[in-house]
Each structure stands twice: as C-alpha cells, then as structure tokens.
C-alpha cells in the first residue's frame, strides 16, 4: 500500500464512501445486496479487507442525490464514523440540471472536502468522464470540463488522492457502460475498482475485461438503438427532473453504518449470514 496511506491506518481501518449513483453502484446489479446493486466501493472494501483483515466500511451514497443534499445528508454521519479512509464522488447530478451555478456548486465541494481532509483521513477524488452518448446532451460538455479542472486543484490543494476518471481510455468501449449509457456496468465498476485500489498501492488481482473488437454497427441498427436510449432512458430522465422527482427518493444508505468486511466471501458472505 502507499507508505502515507498504511500509516494513516495502523491503529484503525474504516473505508467511508460518500456520493451519488456513481459510488451506490447503479450498472453493476446484485441479486443479494442492499438496494440490488454492488459497485466499484463495494469492490474496493472487499479487497482492502483482503489486503489487510479488520476494515470496516460503510456507503453512504444514494442514487440521484445532488451535492448539497450529499453535504446535509451524508457528511456528519461520516464525520461521526471516524473514517480513515473516504472516497468521494459529488456534483455529477447538479451538472445535468437546469440553471446549475457551477461557481457556487464548486465552492461547496471544495468545502466538503475541506471538512473531510480535516479528519486526517485518506481522500480520493475523482474527475468525471466525458460521456459521449449524444448530441442531446452535448451542451453538458463545458460544465464537466469545468468540473474537472477544479476538482484536479482541489485535490491538490488538499492532498488527496486523485482519480482522474476524465483520462481513462478504457471507457471509451461502450461495453464499459450499462444501458443508460451514463452509469459504469459491472465491467466498468471492476475496471475502475481496479484503479482505486492501484491508486492506494492496495495488491489485488481484478484485471480488466479482455473483450474482442466491438462489432461494426450498421446505420440502421443505430438509427434503433439511439430511438431505444432516447425512449427508454432521456426522455425519463427529462421528465423526472420536471417533476422535481429522481429515483433515489424512496431508497436509503446501502451500508449506513460500518460494517467488519469479511476477509473470505466478502460482503455477500456479511448478508448470508445476516438473513440466518
């Protein structure tokens, strides 16, 4: 592990993880785990306790939640929690709404993470990535290049460990990608629990996904899937934020308190033995 982080968790090892749909999970689907999802954070904890037995974990992230909804909901219950360990990922919902002041949202996450590189605690950051999915939402582009470059000197500001999710080339295979196109699949989860962890130093053995060339797509068959997207995943996603409603209303934290990750089986072993 990074020689910083170990001595960071000599005496106690607690992996928060704070956020959206992006650090929830959405893409990577569980038939056993709490709110039916996984996740790169899940990943991420169950290989830390691999590494090194005794870490503890708890994901505070819920699908759809803006900033500052993160920093009421969700940043003194991890400040409570005592972390050594937190990951964050905060802002990509606010980009995608109407009238979003990118200025103000900036200024509030560079408090949040002022106030969680205070604990002494392990932060990493990431970019988001440039998701070329349509020209639908092409006018999004300039805010996530914002975002991003203020994220890269916040972190650097602050020390923490930076992610830069923007440079992976990976993703540029759609096959990375669920079929929203703007949340990871369970190949993309993996591929940037992967990252995480090299970024920690932490050994682990997740490779990425070795796939053929994608098949050449003809233009109807594009025509297709682009009507599908826009049908099953834009024009929903469009409606809901007229409503004032998102899909995380009616869900809570998947790990809202921490919980002693098992060194074999892992958190699907935790809820086996919970269901008992």
């Not at 704070?18 to 991420?44: K, M």
């Not at 969680?116 to 392990?122: D, I, S, V, W």
Request: hydrophobic share 40%.
């Amino acid at each position: 592990m990074r020689e910083e982080f170990r001595r960071g968790n000599n005496a106690r090892r607690r992996y928060v993880a704070l956020g959206d749909s992006f650090t929830e999970g959405v893409g990577d689907t569980s038939t056993v785990l709490p709110n039916g999802v996984r996740g790169w954070a899940d990943r991420v904890a169950e290989k830390l306790a691999k590494a090194e037995p005794g870490w503890e974990y708890a994901n505070l992230a819920v699908r759809s939640k803006r900033l500052r909804q993160i920093i009421d909901e969700q940043l003194e219950p991890a400040l409570a929690m005592e972390p050594t360990l937190v990951t964050l990922y905060a802002g990509g919902n606010d980009i995608l709404d109407f009238g979003t002041d990118m200025e103000a949202l900036l200024n509030d996450y560079e408090l949040l993470v002022a106030r969680l590189a205070g604990t002494g605690a392990t932060v990493v950051l990431f970019t988001g990535f440039d998701v070329k999915v349509s020209a639908v939402l092409e006018p999004f582009r300039k805010r996530n290049t914002l975002y991003n470059q203020r994220v890269r000197g916040i972190a650097a500001k602050y020390g923490a460990v930076l992610v830069d999710y923007w440079c992976f080339e990976a993703y540029h295979d759609p096959r990375m990608w669920s079929s929203d196109r703007l949340h990871m699949s369970k190949a993309g989860h993996k591929y940037l629990a992967a990252q995480v962890l090299d970024h920690l130093g932490v050994p682990h053995k997740v490779s990425p996904k070795e796939w053929d060339p994608p098949a050449r797509v003809g233009i109807r068959e594009w025509e297709r899937r682009q009507r599908r997207w826009v049908n099953d995943w834009v024009l929903p996603l469009f409606g809901r934020k007229l409503r004032g409603v998102t899909l995380g209303d009616t869900l809570s934290a998947r790990w809202p308190e921490p919980v002693k990750v098992p060194r074999k089986g892992g958190l699907k072993k935790l809820m086996e033995e919970a269901t008992r």
